[in-house]
């Protein structure tokens, strides 16, 4: 007879093909707006903020010089844009673009309405509840 889960197995067992969907949906969102998953979240990032090039990568793991490369290529497709921070002028800002905020703000769009068909699964209450719970389980991680 199989022992019965914990309340932690049986989360990470509910959240790991969650996890799995909502790749799916990025990915072909991704796919479909010629980008990378990598940059969907840099544009999602700079959406509401105007992070150094440093937390940036530090935010997402990546090396100084990965992370470079990255905004070279979302500079060169006009998304974003760098300068240097108006506090440190040794550090550098990245920004996005007035097309890179259009192109963040469709590609929010485009992901809510892919989603749509599970969160809709659930009442107003509780999605408010599980919106909760995961900005809660996602602040852990910056302790």
Known sequence: MKEPHSP???LADALVP???VTMAVLNKIGAENDLSLTLIRVLGILSDQRPRMTELADYLGLEKQTMSGLIARAEKKGLVARAPNAEDGRATDVFLTSEG?????RLHAQTQQ???P????????DQRQLQELLQRMLESRKS
């Open 8 to 10: 932690g197995e049986g």
């Open 18 to 20: 969650t996890a799995f």
């Open 114 to 116: 892919a989603l749509a």
């Open 118 to 125: 599970l969160t809709e699964q659930l009442s107003a209450a």
């Open 101 to 105: 905020a259009r192109l963040a703000k």
